[in-house]
């Protein structure tokens, strides 16, 4: 199994900055990998798959980078609506996901 | 608009079963492969299940793998999910998603349910 590590665990950040989160895979897997926002009480919302393509209706404050087993997600202006959980997921082999990086106002 | 629906979801006692179903409308259902994902409670996402647009190709994580059985039916634009031996591991919110890509497997989930819970405990 592949084993995705996100860091950090928790990222404050005050509105209108930068938000960097990062992904690393255990093992290469290529660009199939994915970025999901989670809310409280909300299912996942896909942001970015194949490492850096925008899901349809994504603002392109988010975008994704990375390639083999390092990856980021950057939210260039974090919004008040972009305070959330953000998970990786790899989808190369079976598909695994990071534990997650939870983006809180600073 | 894409809406998938989940349900059959409850609270079951250890070592018994539970059938969840998902609704789905708004897209070309026998087009797409479908997925399940949970979620534990206060825990992260877990791809627990995958099946191809025509059923040709399923896979199971390894933490289910003998005990639950995935299913779709495109007739009625409806997936399934049969779990047997429950545990209460698999005590979690269980979603429903569609994959991101016509006749593939490509396990990116574009459109996610709200979910079901299932609660295993005695």
């Known amino acids: 199994e592949i084993v995705m590590t996100q860091s950090p665990a928790t990222l404050s950040v005050s509105p209108g900055e930068r938000a960097t ?10 660009s199939n990998l994915a970025w999901y926002q989670q809310k409280p009480g909300q299912a996942p919302r896909l942001l970015i798959y194949g490492a850096s393509t925008r899901a ?3 603002p392109a404050r988010f975008s994704g980078s990375g390639s083999g087993t390092e990856f980021t997600l950057t939210i260039s202006s974090l919004q008040s609506e972009d305070f959330a959980v953000y ?5 190369n082999n079976w598909p695994t996901f990071g534990q997650g990086t939870k983006v809180e106002i600073k | 608009e894409v809406q998938l629906v989940e349900s059959g979801g409850g609270l079951v006692q250890p070592g ?3 059938r969840l179903s998902c609704a789905a409308s708004g897209f070309t259902f026998d087009d797409y492969a479908m997925h399940w994902v949970r979620q534990a409670p206060g825990k992260g996402l877990e ?26 039916d495109n007739a009625k634009n409806s997936l ?22 016509k006749y593939s497997s ?5 459109y996610w349910g709200q979910g079901t819970l299932v609660t295993v405990s005695s």
Do not use: P
Not at chain 2, 47 to 72: L, P
Not at chain 2, 85 to 101: G, M, N, Q, V
């Open chain 1, 87 to 91: 998970y990786c997921q790899q989808y």
């Open chain 2, 80 to 101: 399934y999910l049969q779990m047997n031996s429950l545990r209460a591991e698999d005590t979690a919110l269980y979603y429903c998603a569609k994959d991101l890509h």
């Open chain 1, 56 to 58: 349809t209706g994504i």
């Open chain 2, 106 to 110: 490509s396990s990116v989930g574009d």
């Open chain 2, 47 to 72: 791809w627990v299940s995958g099946i191809s647009w025509n059923s040709g190709s399923i896979g199971y994580a390894d933490s289910v793998k003998g005990r639950f059985t995935i299913s779709r």
């Open chain 1, 21 to 30: 989160l990062s992904c690393r895979a255990s093992q290469s897997v290529s």
């Open chain 2, 16 to 18: 018994r079963s539970l």
